[in-house]
């Protein structure tokens, strides 16, 4: 009942200067609307950066480093014996890159809870021999579909079917880059050569596109077994275990974990990537500041405003209170005012903020390096309209409270007495 | 015994800025139900600074306040909101009117804010108190569309929706010409003589004053004769 009365009269008192509250309302309008569509694109663009590095790393990488034995020859000599060795020279051991017992240690992972999925790698370093030139190259022997359902590898493969290459013996899946450089087609064959001096052929079944030419150039994808065959290992030979987890943020603790347990090195993707979140964290906090700044400068047209208002409205404040209405149903008046503003003019944000997200999402964007793109990334992310909204309403308060506490502070005997 | 609506005792007031004078001194009287009171004296004699005092709208003064019997000393300023608003009409010299509303609702405001109706009840209680004044046709209008005397009757009819226990005026009718300042009296008049309605009724008028029940005269901050 008198929170109604309340409202009515702010109502009144709002309409009878309806022009300058339209303005007031505008500036919170445009600034929710710049908000949600300025964090909308960012967190697209993050995204999408995210998806070209972040969602092709794994999680937690296990792999063997190549590296001096940790107790040399020597050691076995001097066991319990008073002494110091001091050795020149060290090689790394004579050890494969493979990752020892990789069936065992991929059965233990998959059935840890922690583990969303698991994908074996094998990485050969090759020449891509062309006429009489080599390329260097790598190629990366994967698990197909695991890779596919991990990494999402099929909407790289801008050409062939990337099932081909578990199905088709001795095929190959090359990076564009490498691909125009070799100047093949889908269906030719190309001839590689390995480290250790074997030719083999393989056949083209379709290219692939990370959107980094660097890496394009030089990476290529067989599958596993040809891949074995390749560098003429047996079927256990595994260089990579790629592994996704449930909890990203899990990964540091996790990776430290596996190296103990596994006896191989574990990188988590925090490490591995660490300027890559400094930059999607940059921009956040850039696209961010930006909006609450626009927010704020909405703010203080409120409180303009009402202040304004407040100077106006001297003899209503005066009378009200002398009839009855205290400091604080005035200050309620003005308080509900802002507020009015504020959620008016915050949810037609909201409402042209989608908007003109929807629009920008439409605009055209194509880059020969993003195959997938097709138009602005945009980030409908609903979190963004409830900071926004919450926004638009805690900063029209704030601007409505110190009007507000000054007209509940008007002496009415002064303003009577006045005229 | 007649009960008073209200008690003045011993009440000092100085003003601070700039320096420090005193404008009320040892004022004390006492209003019964249905007396018509007028106060007058020279501008400046603090009859004004009395009367903001006695409606509890100045706070800052030495002494003890009555209203219905109850002391005004302790009270908070909502609480003092709430004297004003059940137990006080106000009638100012100038209207004070808000223009955004119309003359209807300008009545019901401190009806709605006091809460004791419904909102129904409080429109025919309106409508009831225009009648009285005569301007119950005027009410859909907007106060800006009424002449001097109409809006001076809808600020009375605003003091009167609450059935106050007294009606303070603070020259109501300073502003108006001749005939006007007469019909407001008459109205004045007839509330207290027909519905026993207790007035205090500051003016600089000698002719209106002679006219109410009792005179009390104001001198330099002193009441020189009740």
């Known amino acids: ?419 | 015994m007649e009960t008073k609506v209200l008690e003045a005792i011993h009440i000092n007031k100085y003003f601070h800025d700039p320096v420090k004078v005193q404008v009320l001194s040892d004022v004390e009287f006492s209003l019964s139900k249905g007396e018509f009171v007028s106060i007058i004296g020279k501008s400046g004699c603090g009859k004004s600074t009395l009367l903001y005092i006695l409606s509890t709208m100045d706070t800052d003064f030495e002494g003890d306040l009555k209203i219905d019997g109850v002391s005004m000393l302790k009270k908070k300023e909502a609480e003092l909101a709430q004297v004003r608003n059940e137990k006080i009409g106000f009638v100012f010299q100038f209207h004070y009117l808000l223009n955004e509303f119309s003359v209807l609702r300008n009545v019901m405001l401190p009806g709605e804010k006091l809460g004791k109706f419904a909102v129904k009840e409080i429109e025919n209680r309106a409508y009831e108190k225009l009648k009285i004044l005569g301007i119950e046709k005027e009410a859909l209008k907007k106060p800006n569309q009424l002449s001097g005397g109409q809006k001076q009757r809808v600020a009375i009819a605003r003091a009167l929706i609450n059935e106050p226990i007294i009606i303070m005026g603070d020259e109501p009718t300073g502003n108006l010409d001749k005939k006007n300042g007469d019909m407001v009296f008459d109205i004045f008049k007839e509330l207290a003589e027909v519905y026993h309605q207790s007035l205090l009724i500051v003016t600089h008028d000698n002719e209106f004053a002679a006219k109410t029940h009792r005179i009390i005269e104001m001198a330099d901050g002193e009441i020189i004769k009740k």
């Open chain 1, 1 to 419: 009942m008198k929170i109604k009365l309340i409202y009515n009269i702010s109502f009144s008192l709002l309409m009878a200067r309806w022009k300058q509250t339209l303005v007031a309302a505008i500036g919170v309008t445009f600034s929710i609307t710049m908000f949600i569509a300025l964090l909308s694109f960012m967190a697209g663009l993050n995204d999408m950066l995210n998806g070209l590095m972040l969602n092709r790393t794994p999680h937690v990488h296990l792999y063997n480093e190549i590296k001096a034995a940790e107790n040399q020859p020597i050691s076995l000599f001097s066991k319990n014996k008073r002494q110091y060795n001091f050795i020149g020279s060290i090689k790394p051991s004579n050890e494969l890159p493979q990752i020892h017992n990789s069936a065992a240690i991929i059965q233990a992972l998959k059935k840890n809870k922690r583990v969303l999925g698991v994908a074996p790698k094998i990485i050969a370093q090759v020449f891509y021999n062309v006429g009489t030139i080599n390329l260097t190259g790598i190629i990366n022997g994967i698990d197909v579909e695991e890779e596919d359902k991990l990494f999402d590898f099929k909407t790289n493969v801008i050409e062939g079917n990337f099932l081909d290459l578990k199905i088709i013996s001795n095929s190959i899946i090359l990076g564009k880059g490498a691909a125009d450089n070799m100047l093949v087609n889908v269906g030719d064959m190309i001839q590689v050569t390995t480290t250790k001096g074997d030719q083999v052929q393989l056949k083209v079944v379709g290219f692939y596109q990370s959107g980094i030419s660097e890496i394009d150039k030089v990476q290529s994808y067989t599958s596993i077994t040809t891949a074995q065959k390749l560098l003429g290992e047996s079927n256990n030979y595994i260089t990579d275990i790629q592994i996704k987890l449930t909890d990203i943020l899990q990964a540091p603790k996790v990776a430290k974990e596996y190296k103990k347990l596994f006896e191989v090195e574990a990188l988590d993707i925090q490490t591995a990537n660490s300027q890559f979140e400094t930059g999607s964290f940059v921009r956040s906090l850039i696209s961010y500041s930006v909006g609450i700044v626009l927010l704020i400068v909405a703010g203080f047209g409120i409180y303009n405003i009402l202040n304004m208002m407040i100077f106006e409205k001297m003899d209503t404040i005066a009378i009200l209170k002398a009839t009855g209405f205290s400091g604080k149903d005035v200050k309620r008046i003005f308080i509900s005012i802002a507020l009015t503003i504020g959620i008016f003019g915050g949810s037609l944000g909201l409402l042209f903020g989608f908007g003109l997200s929807a629009m920008i999402d439409q605009i055209p964007f194509k880059t020969a390096s993003l195959p997938t793109i097709k138009t602005y990334p945009i980030n409908y992310n609903p979190m963004f309209y409830i900071i926004g909204g919450v926004f638009s309403i805690v900063t029209t308060y704030f601007a409505g409270f110190f009007p507000a506490r000054k007209a509940s502070k008007v002496d009415p005997v002064i303003i009577i007495r006045g005229k």
